[in-house]
């Protein structure tokens, strides 16, 4: 245990050793999400933090609306990640991606809805659009790639692969 005297030093140097394991454990989630990302994808990887954010979120709902608004945001959220999962690992993703695309856009809508319905502060609000714009970037950037893949490889003489 520490020895925490009658001198401040000892509380300094407690809340540095604090500082110091935060630091070194948001580095090593962070380090773990990109490894995370490698195996599954950016956007899987994302949409899943969002889940973990999301379900707690969803429990302050107000119980008239936990069941209402509060499941079909959670729903929403669901069918967007099976979307991303059935895009890794299939052939067709263009069109898994395009139905993930658009359960984003249901979800800017819910959570719009929610806001002014004041089931969720302006803060939240304000993060979870953050974070459904993030994951939308990922989301069109892999259909882009997605699309433009096949054009280059017919352009340099190769089939496609996938």
Do not use: C
């Not at 107000?62 to 669901?78: H, Y």
């Not at 395009?98 to 809508?109: D, V």
């Amino acid at each position: 245990m520490f020895n925490l005297s009658h001198s401040g030093a000892g509380l300094g140097l407690l809340a540095a050793g604090l500082r110091r394991w935060s630091l070194e454990w948001r580095l090593s989630e962070a380090i773990a999400m990109k490894d995370n990302a490698r195996r599954t994808g950016p956007a899987l990887e994302a949409h899943q933090q969002f889940l973990l954010w999301l379900m707690p979120t969803i429990e302050r709902f107000p119980r008239s609306q936990k069941f209402l608004l509060g499941d079909r945001i959670q729903t929403t959220a669901l069918d967007v990640l099976e979307a991303l999962i059935e895009a890794t690992y299939t052939r067709d993703r263009v069109r898994h991606l395009t139905r993930a695309n658009l359960g984003l856009e249901k979800l800017r809508m819910f959570f719009r809805l929610a806001a002014d319905l004041h089931h969720v502060d302006m803060r939240r609000y304000a993060h979870a659009s953050r974070m459904i714009d993030e994951i939308g970037r990922l989301v069109g950037g892999w259909m882009k790639a997605n699309r433009e893949a096949p054009l280059t490889e017919r352009r340099n003489g190769q089939t496609a692969k996938y």
